[in-house]
């Protein structure tokens, strides 16, 4: 069966200083895709990336960037220069393909919060 | 419309009670999922449709919980006799659906709708 696991429940920084938020997935299934959204204390679901299973190039987006392993099942998330308006829940997702059944499997998330 | 409408924002119902959520997809988009976010947790599937299909209730946590998608498009979930365990950020997505890899599409969420059982 399908899972996500985010083993940082909560990490506090500092502002400007760099945090990575880790995801270990684990799936049967050859084609997904992994997911990173941010919940703001206001409470929706901001979509962050997704990225399919064939495709393991690393991104960055401004400060923002992603690395997935396939090897180590993992899709990790950076943040580079932390902000204050970075403190959110962040959550790592995955979805199947294979089975068809798209519904997002989510792991418990990691609160970050940024002090200023 | 926009973007995934949910309503109401906010339900405060009293235990045993029946509540009916509601969720209105982007216009077009043939999937339409159901999630629930206790206080501090992740998020729980509850339910699937995709379009025609039989849904996948795999998620519903009790005989109590059923969701119904009329036209393909507005979705209601129902929680019968509620209890006090069942509040929670009840969360609403859809997307383009389909099932080939070429087809996919992200979901986009509602704003969620807050059941409060007192």
């Known amino acids: 069966a399908q899972k996500v696991t985010q083993a940082q429940t909560e990490i506090s920084v500092v502002e400007k200083e760099d945090v990575t938020l880790d995801c270990v997935y684990e799936t049967r299934d050859t084609t997904y895709y992994l997911f990173w959204y941010k919940q703001p204390p206001s409470g929706e679901l901001v979509f962050l990336i997704r990225?399919?299973?064939?495709?393991?190039q690393n991104e960055i987006s401004g400060r923002y960037s992603w690395n997935f392993q396939k090897s180590t099942s993992s899709f990790n998330f950076t943040i580079t220069a932390s902000q204050v308006v970075d403190s959110a829940v962040y959550f790592c997702a995955l979805s199947e393909l294979d089975t068809g059944r798209r519904a997002l499997t989510f792991g418990s998330g990691t609160r970050l919060q940024v002090q200023p | 419309g926009a973007g995934v409408s949910q309503s109401p924002s906010n339900k405060v119902t009293e235990k045993g009670k029946d509540v009916e959520l509601r969720c209105d997809p982007i216009?077009?988009?043939?999937?339409l999922y159901w999630y629930r976010q206790s206080l501090g947790q992740g998020l729980e599937f509850l339910i699937y449709f995709q379009g025609n299909s039989a849904p996948d209730k795999s998620g519903l946590p009790s005989d109590r919980f059923s969701a119904e998608r009329t036209g393909g498009s507005v979705s209601t979930l129902t929680i019968q006799r509620t209890q006090q365990e069942d509040s929670a950020v009840y969360l609403c997505a859809s997307s383009l659906g389909g099932t080939g890899y070429i087809q996919y599409d992200g979901y986009t969420f509602g704003s969620g709708t807050r059941l409060t059982v007192v």
């Open positions: 990225r399919n299973s064939f495709d393991e």
């Open positions: 216009s077009g988009h043939t999937a």
